[in-house]
């Protein structure tokens, strides 16, 4: 018997909650070096980041509003990975999903109520952010083009589309920069501050908004969709093996379709964020690389949406925490805190199973029948 069949295979926990923590702690001791070369208290600064992410309304608020687009977009890859497709196109998605909330807004909220404007601005979200993820699908299923060279190409060219639109033709009248006019009053989704006010509760302001509840209405429909519907049995069928899933009677290019504009549709949610509730309004770059972080969130999280959830709100929290450290400490720049948050997302997404075989060969020898460990142990 081989040394790979006789080792035994680490448990669910381990793997979703021991390993992405490991390489947590492996970014944070990087990070307290980098931190330590430039002559600063790296306990200090963990400090620091922790009060700014959590320690009050404010604070707290913003790192929840980070944490929303994270859940869209970690879902977003997530359902494509599940079925072995690698969607790179999650920042092109979402910029697309959030031009549809806006032109959808554009016409009608002069005319509509946010009750009726919000299922409305929920499909079109969807709609625009499945449409762009679905040229790049249909261009693997029938032509085999790479999934990952046409997403990462479609993000610029959504750049270049939006780019034209706000310049030459979306553009408020008689401004000078390149967005469209604000929203009317009724078109806006309620900030979580005025929510709580209504049941009396007092919050500090901060950008969190509704939408975080659609985030995590997103979250309960994947999980449906992929454990607990046929759609999401092919969707798995096809990221396991698919020659077993044409012998299974599933077409593998419809399937691919219908995955990836799945996950276009989860990533133009960002748009409700931050077109509908935050700023009131198209503009360029809104969705400040939202998209490209949800890849790092999905792989921390196994692709499972409570993992999802898990580590969005971890990269909220440097997002927010990063944000008062820099301003806390002046020789901490923004860039360095950016690099920081690149060191998380390359323990944590690049490097996520480098300490998988360590952690594997140390699960053997702890279980392994006449360990003098495990016998003290009983």
Known sequence: MSSAQSKPALPVWID???????????????????????????????????????????????????????IFTGLAVAVAFHASLFNIGGEGQAYIGGLGVGLLVLALDQWLNFWALIPLAIVAAALFGAGWAYIPARLQAYRGSHIVITTIMFNFIAFVLMNFLLVELLIAPGSMSPETRSFEEAARVPYMHYVLGWFGIE?????????????????????????????GYAIRMLGFNESATIYSGIDPKKTIIMTMAISGGLAGFVGIN???????????????????????????????????????????????????????????TRDLVVAIQGLVILFSGALTYMTKPWIERLFAALTRPGNTTAQAAE
Not at 48 to 70: K, R, V
Not at 206 to 228: D, E, G, Q, R
Not at 300 to 322: K, T
């Open 203 to 231: 919050a500090a302001y901060s950008p969190l908004n509704l939408s975080i509840v659609l985030a995590l209405f997103a979250c309960i429909f994947v999980w449906v969709l992929i454990w607990h519907t046929r759609w």
């Open 16 to 70: 979703v909650a021991v390993i992405p923590a490991i390489n947590i702690v492996l970014a944070l001791l990087a990070s307290a070096l980098v931190i330590l070369a430039i002559g600063e208290d790296p306990v200090q600064a963990v400090e620091i980041m922790i009060q700014g992410a959590f320690g009050y309304d404010e604070a707290l608020g913003y790192t929840l509003y980070y944490t929303t687009n994270f």
């Open 274 to 332: 931050e077109v509908m509730g935050v700023h009131n309004r198209i503009l360029l770059e809104f969705t400040a690389g939202a998209g490209f972080t949800g890849i790092a969130v999905a792989l921390m999280g196994r692709a499972h949406p409570v993992g999802i959830v898990m580590a969005s709100l971890l990269f909220g929290a440097l997002y927010q925490g990063g944000a008062e450290l820099a301003f806390e400490v002046p020789t901490v």
